[in-house]
T-cell receptor, first 117, second 113 residues
Framework: GENVEQHPSTLSVQEGDSAVIKCTYS??????FPWYKQELGKGPQLIID?????GEKKDQRIAVTLNKTAKHFSLHITETQPEDSAVYFC????????????????FGKGTHLIIQP | KAGVTQTPRYLIKTRGQQVTLSCSPI?????VSWYQQTPGQGLQFLFE???????NKGNFPGRFSGRQFSNSRSEMNVSTLELGDSALYLC????????????FGQGTRLTVV
């Protein structure tokens, strides 16, 4: 089955600086890659996603890049703010396109992002 | 639009008992998936339901089961509880299934004593 590795496990950056979180996946059939943000006591919140036919996607201060050849994808957060402090998860899945999907989302172990004031 | 609602938020059960968790998806979403989150194993896929049919299942024992009703609401059942079943159980709904655009609820925190 799919295996997703996520690095680093903890990332501390100064407020206003950029943060980058990296993930690799093992199954070349995976074609959907979402990122989630989880705050204490809450469920994961979908913040951005990318499909395998796209190399990069941006939404205001966050962006995701995908390298299918190398099987890795990254989350970039610019101009970090205190409210960005949370645990971030990457995930991968196979979307069969007809509304079906195999095996669910496979998640990385998470990155605890700490924004230092 | 209301988000994904899970009830109850917290549960304490004794080893050997069974438990039922409930999930109401976002209105119009037909797919409901369940995940288990623990500090050691992280987030792991349990199963997905779409139009009342289980479409996918993760690598969990048969003690874990679920169902989906005609209004897309879903329940998850765990029988013969073990201490290791203590976890945050999360439900996610998506509009088309296939695990895309999956929105999670706040989860049910299950503690087995």
């Amino acid at each position: 089955g799919e295996n997703v590795e996520q690095h680093p496990s903890t990332l501390s950056v100064q407020e206003g600086d950029s943060a980058v979180i990296k993930c690799t996946y093992s199954d070349s059939a995976s074609n959907y890659f979402p990122w989630y943000k989880q705050e204490l006591g809450k469920g994961p919140q979908l913040i951005i996603d990318i499909r395998s036919n796209v190399g990069e996607k941006k939404d205001q201060r966050i962006a995701v890049t995908l390298n299918k050849t190398a099987k890795h994808f990254s989350l970039h957060i610019t101009e970090t703010q205190p409210e960005d402090s949370a645990v971030y998860f990457c995930a991968a899945s196979i979307n069969l396109g007809s509304g079906g999907g195999a095996d669910g989302l496979t998640f990385g172990k998470g990155t605890h992002l700490i924004i230092q004031p | 639009k209301a988000g994904v609602t899970q009830t109850p938020r917290y549960l304490i059960k004794t080893r050997g008992q069974q438990v039922t968790l409930s999930c109401s998806p976002i209105s119009g979403h037909r797919s409901v998936s369940w995940y288990q989150q623990t500090p050691g194993q992280g987030l792991q896929f349990l199963f997905e339901y779409f139009s009342e049919t289980q479409r996918n299942k993760g690598n969990f024992p048969g003690r874990f089961s679920g169902r989906q009703f005609s209004n897309s609401r879903s329940e998850m059942n765990v029988s013969t509880l073990e201490l290791g079943d203590s976890a945050l159980y999360l439900c996610a709904s998506s509009p088309r299934g296939g695990h895309t655009e999956a929105f999670f609820g706040q989860g049910t925190r299950l503690t087995v004593v």
